[in-house]
């Protein structure tokens, strides 16, 4: 709420580029965009955002045909056991978008849309590093984090168990097909089937 408080004021200040400003604003369509970043490392005081992954979601319908696959290239030496995990070699960047183009390209495509994410917070802080230094503001867009809502529900019917939050947990226990994690756009995609199902699900099934 403070920091909500914070960024009006701050807007008022200094309203963001008018291109942007329709982010300010509901979505009137009250879609959704689920969202993943494949990155350097995991701190998010140093890391780049290496790949951006985005669908919306519209309803029921996940529309893949309206989707966001960047690769960005990164100005420093990516660590070992990031290259590990999503396997892109600074080769395999060179010929991805710069960072300034990347961050603007997601911005016109997420608008005002709420974001769905699974540990979104670690997204949405990087991002906000990003767009604070190129416009002078941080995403103004609802955030909801698919592993709350699988942790609420699942306790309500189960509150004596220990619930297990991985994405791995979560995607098997749902019944979602695995689409091959740690590359950008299919962690959206079976993020945004996640949501998806848990928004449409009364009763999840026991582990």
């Not at 802080?125 to 592993?147: A, D, I, K």
Request: hydrophobic content about 40%; overall charge neutral.
């Amino acid at each position: 709420m403070i920091s909500q408080w914070l960024q009006a004021l701050h807007l008022k200040r200094q309203p963001p580029p008018e291109e942007f400003a329709h982010m300010f604003a509901a979505d009137p369509d009250g879609e959704y965009v689920a969202l993943d970043t494949e990155t350097t490392s995991l701190d998010t005081k140093t890391a780049e955002i290496i790949a951006i992954g985005a669908v919306r979601i519209q309803g029921k319908r996940i529309l893949t045909s309206d989707s966001l696959d960047l690769l960005v290239k990164p100005s420093g030496i990516m660590a070992e056991a990031s290259i590990k995990t999503h396997h892109l070699r600074v080769r395999d960047l060179s010929g991805g978008m710069e960072p300034s183009a990347a961050i603007r390209r997601l911005l016109h495509f997420i608008g005002g849309r709420t974001l769905v994410g699974y540990y979104l917070e670690f997204d949405i802080t990087l991002l906000n590093r990003y767009v604070q230094g190129l416009y002078g503001f941080t995403l103004p867009n609802t955030c909801v984090e698919v592993s709350a809502i699988y942790h609420k529900k699942k306790l309500g019917m189960f509150p004596h168990k220990n619930l297990d939050l991985r994405f791995e947990t979560i995607r098997h226990d749902l019944g979602i097909p695995p689409l091959g994690e740690h590359n950008a756009l299919n962690d959206a995609l079976m993020t945004a089937m996640i949501f998806v199902k848990l928004q449409n699900l009364d009763r999840l099934p026991p582990t």
